[in-house]
């Protein structure tokens, strides 16, 4: 058959129409256009140069489209910063460095310093003031993997009040809270802890692990080191929960695209095997994370316990001595003052006036007779 002899069908011509409209670009690549149209050619014909791609171009020409082909180069346009964009970036280049802020903003895990979208949001960076900026960490001293921990106090209290609400209030300091700074510091620099985050290619799993395992410790500067690696355990188990509902609503969304399809029947069956494995995998994920997390309380709360029991032992023996300092004080005060009326007695005794007056006599009626 010839290539002037084949024709699109009207279902085809639809499904291009549709695929064309519901591009975020304004022109597609042919090729794409071919695979999804005819998904069962080889893929040495899925182009514009087989018949059934000179098809599709002529179809689109009609229609006054044209679509895109590799060989030829095509300039990017500018891209914009959206406000979102803009607000995530105000929002979190305290804390964060350009190259984490851009994997985020652009969901693309490795995006390249000589990105056009990068270079974009340095543009921007550069109007926002240096005091708000991330400065803790000069670009040489970012470790391989693109995560740096803090390394001070300062820096420390961004990533707390990051992840947790009403966390420090930074006018109002305690020494405890320096403590509690101070100690997270060292949790973030053990190696297994950086060995662990260093594993996440996806930076929101890198977030989500951080963040859990900062809300779990930051108040706590009492761990053992054992107690270190289990919170690094049940912050891993956290991710290991998201990536599983991820697919689990990856699988759901297949389903329901294949419930409505006749030859997607089988498919489903298959489907709802997968879904019902990923929920008791999700479930037994929970069940770890309760059960470890419980485990932590417990021996927190009894080493806490025990400390206050020896605390109390101490403060009891120091309120003992102080109750028989103040009887001993009170007993002294009471012999002083029945010492007192005593001696007040005896000299009111060896007054004469005093005793010719209760006798109803005075000094004068004696001098005189």
């Not at 993997?145 to 707390?160: D, M, N």
């Not at 799993?205 to 859990?212: A, G, K």
């Not at 498919?267 to 095997?273: I, K, N, T, W």
């Amino acid at each position: 058959m010839s290539a002037k002899k084949f024709a699109l069908s009207p279902d085809q011509e639809l499904a291009i129409l549709k695929l064309w409209n519901s591009g975020e670009d304004k022109n597609l690549y042919i090729n794409e256009i071919m695979k999804s149209i005819f998904p069962d050619l080889p893929k040495d014909k899925q182009d514009g140069r087989s018949k059934e791609g000179r098809a599709v171009k002529k179809f689109l020409l009609d229609k006054g489209l044209e679509a895109k082909v590799t060989s030829k180069h095509y300039p990017k346009e500018k891209t914009e910063l959206t406000e979102d964009q803009k607000e995530y970036i105000y929002n979190n280049c305290g804390s964060m460095r350009a190259m984490e802020i851009a994997r985020v903003i652009f969901e693309e895990p490795k995006i390249s310093a000589l990105d056009l979208r990068y270079k974009i949001l340095l543009e921007y960076l550069n109007n926002i003031d240096n005091k708000v900026k991330y400065s803790d960490v000069t670009p040489e001293e970012t470790p391989e993997g693109g995560y740096a921990p803090p390394k001070s106090e300062a820096r420390a209290l961004v990533r707390v009040n990051k992840y947790v609400h009403n966390g420090i209030d930074k006018n109002k300091v305690t020494s405890k809270h320096k403590r509690n700074l101070s100690t997270l510091i060292g949790y973030m620099h053990t190696y297994r802890f950086l060995h662990q985050i260093g594993t996440y290619s996806i930076e929101t799993d890198r977030e989500l692990f951080e963040s859990s395992f900062v809300r779990y410790t930051w108040d706590k500067d009492d761990l053992t080191q054992e107690e270190v690696d289990q919170y690094i355990v049940l912050s891993a188990e956290v991710v290991i929960a998201s990536n599983i509902q991820r697919r689990v609503e990856r699988l759901q969304t297949l389903l329901d695209q294949n419930a409505e399809d006749t030859e997607g029947r089988r498919m489903a069956m298959s489907l709802v095997e997968a879904i019902n494995t990923a929920q008791t995998e999700y479930n037994q994920c929970v069940n770890r994370q309760t059960k470890l997390l419980n485990e932590l309380k417990e021996k927190r709360s009894h080493r806490m316990s025990k400390q206050m029991q020896q605390s109390a032992s101490i403060l009891n023996l120091v309120e003992l001595w102080k109750d028989e300092e103040s009887r001993n004080k009170m007993i002294k005060i009471a012999d002083l003052r029945r010492k007192n009326i005593s001696s007040e007695i005896e000299r009111l005794g060896s007054m004469e006036d005093i005793k010719s007056r209760i006798m109803g006599i005075s000094e004068e009626e004696v001098l005189n007779g």
